[in-house]
């Protein structure tokens, strides 16, 4: 059983917080031992400040996912400041059209381990953080597009808001993939269809992004892929 890896960016750091409105923050963990915090802006926008984690510039990947059992609620990542210190972090959240929402929801920082928190031999993550860029392209800098096997990620447009995404000599099963949208405001992204993986290679098809509306356009996602094995 192959069980080797080749690690590419030697920084490793994770860390999550879970929000409910009245409660405040209801779980956090960061891999450094320093405190997660949240900062509550105006109506659906918080900010987010998880100390020693990560570098600066740009490295990783962050997902943010609604939290909501009463109502349609959706969330984005609406900026990103890294530093050496820490990553600080923008949440918006809206309802089913273009409504800021109090809302509940988590977020995920990781860096060269997987979205799990764990690090197993096959995962990856990807910045799709030029949309305009019709491809065949690698995001950059390099650490937002990082694969455990040391290969390169890459993206490419499929369509009017559709990025084929591939993740190559990490496909493995069982695995999972999410995508969070970002900078899109009261837009959306989600994935068209179950991912295919033929190892060695993992392939998303696709990506697909959307306005408010249900139209599809081309939006910033971040796209994190990761296997049991």
Same mark, same amino acid.
């Given at each position: /059983?192959?069980?080797?890896?080749?690690?590419?960016?030697?920084? +490793?750091?994770?860390?999550?917080?879970?929000?409910?409105?009245?409660?405040?923050?209801?779980?956090?963990?960061?891999?450094?031992?320093?405190?997660?915090?949240?900062?509550?802006?105006?109506?659906?926008?918080?900010?987010?400040?998880?100390?020693? @984690?990560?570098?600066?510039?740009?490295?990783?990947?962050?997902?943010?996912?609604?939290?909501n059992p009463t109502k349609p609620a959706k969330c984005e990542l609406q900026s990103w400041t890294p530093a050496?210190? &820490?990553?600080t972090f923008e949440v918006r959240c809206y309802d089913s059209t273009t409504n800021p929402l109090a809302t509940?929801?988590?977020?995920?920082?990781?860096?060269?381990?997987?979205?799990?928190?764990? +690090?197993?031999?096959?995962? &990856?993550?990807?910045?799709? %953080?030029q949309p305009a860029n019709a491809g065949l392209y690698a995001p950059v800098p390099p650490a937002v597009n990082?694969?455990?096997?040391?290969?390169?990620?890459?993206?490419?447009?499929?369509?009017? &808001?559709?990025? @084929?995404?591939?993740?190559? +000599?990490?496909?493995? =099963?069982? %695995?999972?993939?999410? !995508?969070?949208? !970002?900078?899109?405001?009261?837009?959306?992204?989600? =994935?068209?269809? =179950?991912?295919?993986?033929?190892?060695?290679?993992?392939?998303?098809?696709?990506?697909?992004?959307?306005?408010?509306? &249900?139209?599809?356009? %081309?939006?910033?996602? /971040?796209?994190?892929?990761?296997?049991?094995?």
């Amino acid at each position: /059983m192959e069980r080797c890896r080749l690690i590419t960016n030697r920084t +490793q750091a994770y860390g999550y917080v879970r929000f409910r409105p009245g409660s405040g923050i209801v779980t956090r963990f960061n891999s450094a031992g320093a405190v997660n915090t949240i900062t509550p802006g105006g109506t659906g926008i918080w900010k987010v400040t998880v100390p020693g @984690l990560g570098a600066a510039p740009f490295a990783g990947d962050v997902q943010v996912t609604a939290v909501n059992p009463t109502k349609p609620a959706k969330c984005e990542l609406q900026s990103w400041t890294p530093a050496a210190t &820490g990553q600080t972090f923008e949440v918006r959240c809206y309802d089913s059209t273009t409504n800021p929402l109090a809302t509940g929801w988590t977020l995920t920082y990781q860096a060269g381990r997987a979205i799990t928190g764990t +690090q197993p031999s096959f995962f &990856g993550y990807s910045y799709d %953080n030029q949309p305009a860029n019709a491809g065949l392209y690698a995001p950059v800098p390099p650490a937002v597009n990082f694969n455990s096997a040391g290969a390169v990620n890459t993206l490419l447009r499929a369509g009017g &808001g559709l990025r @084929l995404a591939s993740f190559p +000599q990490i496909g493995r =099963l069982p %695995n999972t993939v999410l !995508v969070t949208p !970002v900078q899109s405001g009261p837009g959306f992204c989600n =994935l068209n269809t =179950l991912s295919a993986t033929a190892p060695p290679n993992v392939t998303i098809r696709d990506v697909t992004c959307y306005t408010a509306t &249900g139209i599809h356009a %081309n939006q910033k996602s /971040m796209i994190t892929y990761a296997s049991a094995a």
